[in-house]
């Protein structure tokens, strides 16, 4: 019986063991669980999503409490418009993670950073250019597009150095979405180098509707398949979203996949950034506490456990310390709901929002806890310990039973005394 071992990823001069881990903002996804990956012979991914929070904590810079001070009189103000990101702050942040994480890499393996469209920051055009090209600039070994289209992010940096040499990818979830990104960046010259096929049971924000469970990510991938081959087109595809086992990972490759990318059953790893105690939240889940909302401003459904703190909490913007999902106007789908909420609760000393969340409050504080459909699994693929709790799994433990189990087995860590 085959296993994902007997399969290699190709990007240009590397081979490379064909399992990418997913980015997952903010920090979840952190350079210590990305390193892993790349010492381990496959493809880690930090992620670019409130770079100025992660910087604060990982690198003690002050940059998010700067903001503030700098913005501190429009606390009150239910206008955010005015409230905008210095890009060269920006710079600093994104270098400082990306040179930080490279320094560190070891292995053949590679490290991408995840860069969100979605995270409009009040200037999407300048910002999102400027977060590229200082990931280049730091050395990063290559850019996966996410949470948008990207008509036209390739064209953002094609005047940068190394556009032609760096590995560029994106997600997307359908052939109209794919064959859109490749009409509007043919203007470019490049082609991406691999694309990453999301179907409806990820974790994080899905490229579907409230109708999503009538897709199904086989049937998605053998579309955009038949797709570029019939474009004459031969770039890596890599499914996503639900790829539980190394069974499950097994039968995409032989179906034609070039590798998969997995996330959920990383989210209880020692090295993924979530809280200790949110690790035991994910191992707990059963299958009727994950959902699929609408409460991101983003506009995306959204899957997450139910039990998330950030699910309907009423708290006031903190567009002025962070604001990554303010538009091109500057504004937020969830600042309206809570003008709204304040507005019919006059003297309310809290409101309650139900249906949009302060995403970048509750992301940076770990407070909506996202995950793929599959997490209600993640149970059985450790044990209990001697206080109830479950035993935090290794990355590489969990990277090994995706590479080398070969039916839809899953390996149990060695026991540890507690
Ligand atoms: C906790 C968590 C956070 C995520 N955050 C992001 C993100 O910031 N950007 C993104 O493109 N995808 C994000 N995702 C999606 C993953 O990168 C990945 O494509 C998907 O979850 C794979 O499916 P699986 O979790 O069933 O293995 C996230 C997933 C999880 C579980």
Not at 225 to 230: G, S
Request: net charge neutral.
């Amino acid at each position: 019986m085959k296993c994902v071992d007997d399969f290699r990823l190709r990007l240009g001069k590397h081979e490379l063991v064909p399992i990418m881990i997913g980015g997952m903002g903010v920090d979840i996804s952190t350079a210590d669980l990305a390193l892993e990956a790349a010492r381990l012979g496959g493809i880690g991914h930090i992620s670019d999503a409130m770079i100025n929070t992660v910087a604060d904590r990982r690198y003690d810079t002050k940059q998010v409490k700067e903001k503030l001070a700098f913005y501190k009189y429009n606390v009150h103000n239910e206008d955010k418009s005015s409230v905008k990101f210095d890009l060269g702050r920006l710079v600093e942040a994104t270098k400082l993670h990306v040179e930080a994480t490279m320094r560190r890499k070891q292995g053949s393996g590679l490290v991408f950073i995840n860069c969100m469209e979605k995270l409009t920051m009040n200037a999407p055009k300048e910002t999102l250019k400027v977060r590229m090209s200082a990931a280049l600039d730091g050395g990063i070994d290559g850019i996966t597009l996410a949470a948008g289209l990207h008509l036209g992010s390739f064209a953002l940096i094609e005047d940068h150095p190394r556009f032609r040499d760096v590995r560029l990818g994106i997600i997307v979830s359908s052939v109209r979405a794919l064959s859109l990104f490749l009409k509007k960046s043919a203007r470019t010259g490049r082609l991406p180098d691999y694309v990453v096929v999301e179907g409806p049971l990820a974790g994080g924000h899905l490229g579907f509707g409230m109708d999503w469970a009538q897709y199904d990510l086989a049937t998605i991938v053998a579309e955009v398949i038949a797709f570029l081959k019939a474009e004459q087109l031969d770039i890596p595809v890599i499914p996503a979203g639900g790829i539980f086992t190394g069974g499950d990972a097994t039968a995409l490759l032989e179906q034609g996949a070039a590798a998969v990318q997995v996330a959920t059953r990383f989210t209880v790893t020692e090295e993924c950034g979530l809280p200790a105690k949110v690790k035991q939240e994910y191992f707990k889940a059963n299958a009727e506490d994950i959902v699929v909302n609408e409460i991101s401003p983003t506009g995306y459904p959204m899957r997450m456990i139910l039990g998330s703190p950030g699910i309907g909490d009423g708290i006031r913007p903190n567009c002025e310390a962070y604001g990554y999902l303010l538009d091109a106007n500057g504004k937020c789908a969830y600042v309206m709901a809570y003008n709204r909420e304040v507005a019919a609760h006059p003297g309310a000393r809290k409101v309650s929002v139900m249906d949009k969340t302060c995403l970048c409050t509750h992301m940076r504080n770990f407070d909506i806890w996202t995950c793929g459909q599959t997490a209600y699994r993640l149970k059985d693929t450790s044990q209990r310990l001697g206080d109830g709790s479950y035993q935090l799994l290794s990355a590489e433990h969990v990277f090994r039973d995706y590479q080398f189990s070969s039916d839809n087995k899953v390996v149990l860590p060695e026991s540890v005394a507690v």
